[in-house]
């Protein structure tokens, strides 16, 4: 019976061995970088409906207001996106081939490079986007009262935040109280 058992875990040593390697070898990192180029320029367009919500704007001849400028913002942030495409093409395929070379050869310096450029590829992009969203501001500031503003300033900074690209999270690291009370528990 100890023969079997030594057997079977002889197996399973040597498959899970075999397996490990295999599956890090999938995620070699050679898979583009999943990057949306226009929330890098601060393209956001908004849902008038959601924003008539968020703001508690109650008399429809404000409501109509606000729908006609957010649709107005909306088209002009469509004929942005539509004229820039190329743009959004090149600065993707730049950053996934800086990502690649930086993976090879180890070298952080060439991904801060690529955001230095990245960043003046997209800055008169970015500079239409802030002036179409600062007409914006000015037109909804004459139809709505200060709490109405001030809730729409709020809501604005909480949707460019949400766009700003997040680290992947890390699994929490225990601390060594945690690691020597698990040892002694056996």
Same mark, same amino acid.
């Given at each position: 019976?100890?023969?079997?058992?030594?057997?079977?875990?002889?197996?399973?040593?040597?498959?899970?061995?075999?397996?490990?390697?295999?599956?890090?070898?999938?995620?070699?990192?050679?898979?583009?970088?999943?990057?949306?180029?226009?929330?890098?320029?601060?393209?956001?367009?908004?849902?008038?409906? +959601?924003?008539?919500? *968020?703001?508690?704007?109650?008399? /429809?001849?404000? $409501? &109509?207001? =606000?729908?006609? @400028?957010?649709? %107005?913002f909306n088209?002009?942030?469509?004929?942005?996106?539509?004229?820039?495409?190329?743009?959004?093409?090149?600065?993707?395929h730049y950053?996934?081939?800086?990502?690649?070379?930086?993976?090879?050869?180890?070298?952080?310096?060439?991904?801060? +490079?690529?955001?230095? *450029?990245?960043?003046?590829?997209? /800055?008169?992009? $970015? &500079?239409? =986007?802030?002036? @179409?969203?600062? %007409?914006?501001?000015?037109?909804?500031?004459?139809?709505?009262?200060?709490?109405?503003?001030?809730?729409?300033?709020?809501?604005?900074?909480?949707?460019?935040?949400?766009?700003?690209?997040?680290a992947p999270?890390?699994?929490?690291?225990?601390?060594?109280?945690?690691?020597?009370?698990?040892?002694?528990?056996?």
């Amino acid at each position: 019976m100890k023969f079997i058992n030594k057997i079977a875990i002889i197996i399973l040593l040597l498959t899970s061995t075999t397996v490990l390697p295999q599956q890090n070898g999938n995620n070699s990192g050679n898979k583009p970088m999943h990057i949306n180029v226009k929330n890098l320029a601060g393209i956001v367009p908004y849902d008038y409906n +959601e924003v008539i919500k *968020k703001l508690k704007v109650k008399k /429809q001849k404000n $409501k &109509d207001f =606000v729908e006609q @400028a957010i649709d %107005k913002f909306n088209q002009k942030i469509n004929e942005l996106q539509i004229f820039n495409t190329d743009t959004f093409t090149f600065v993707k395929h730049y950053i996934n081939q800086k990502s690649q070379e930086a993976q090879l050869s180890n070298d952080i310096n060439i991904l801060k +490079e690529a955001k230095i *450029k990245v960043e003046e590829t997209l /800055q008169p992009l $970015k &500079d239409k =986007v802030a002036l @179409a969203q600062n %007409k914006l501001n000015k037109e909804l500031e004459t139809t709505l009262n200060a709490k109405q503003f001030k809730t729409w300033g709020k809501f604005v900074k909480h949707k460019k935040d949400a766009l700003k690209p997040r680290a992947p999270s890390r699994p929490p690291m225990r601390s060594n109280m945690q690691r020597g009370q698990r040892r002694n528990r056996y």
